[in-house]
């Protein structure tokens, strides 16, 4: 049992910041990658940036230079920095993460958030 639990969104101008935080908890033996995906009214969800254990990173081209994902391990817990916010950014942001378990087998699970509204609106 894993739990992903977003936290940080909500209203902010365009050109403002907002900070995404996503903690996990439950039997966890190890997450490998965690990434950020939104998905604005009426659209797809899409890929927005993903952190490996090992901190490296890619994002979706249209948030490179002003998103900046970062992970603290010790914590299990996975951050989304947002700057020069857009309204095209607006979107409910989910967590996702591959965690293996504390099971006999060692079990990889994918599991979600349950999101966190972002609106970039003047």
């Known amino acids: 049992q894993v739990q992903l639990v977003e936290s940080g969104g909500g209203l902010v101008q365009p050109g403002g910041s907002l900070r995404l935080s996503c903690a996990a908890s439950?039997?966890?033996?190890?997450?490998?990658?965690m990434g950020w995906y939104r998905q604005a009214p009426g659209k797809q969800r899409e890929f927005v940036a993903t952190?490996?254990?090992?901190?490296?990173?890619n994002y979706v081209d249209s948030v490179k230079g002003r998103f900046t994902i970062s992970r603290d391990n010790a914590k299990n817990t996975m951050y989304l920095q947002m700057n020069s916010l857009k309204p095209e950014d607006t979107a409910v942001y989910y967590c996702?993460?591959?965690?293996?378990?504390?099971?006999?087998?060692?079990?990889?699970?994918?599991?979600w958030g349950q999101g966190t509204q972002v609106t970039v609106s003047s």
């Open positions: 996702h993460a591959y965690v293996t378990l504390t099971t006999a087998q060692r079990t990889q699970r994918s599991y």
């Open positions: 952190i490996t254990s090992g901190g490296s990173t």
């Open positions: 439950g039997s966890i033996f190890s997450i490998s990658t």
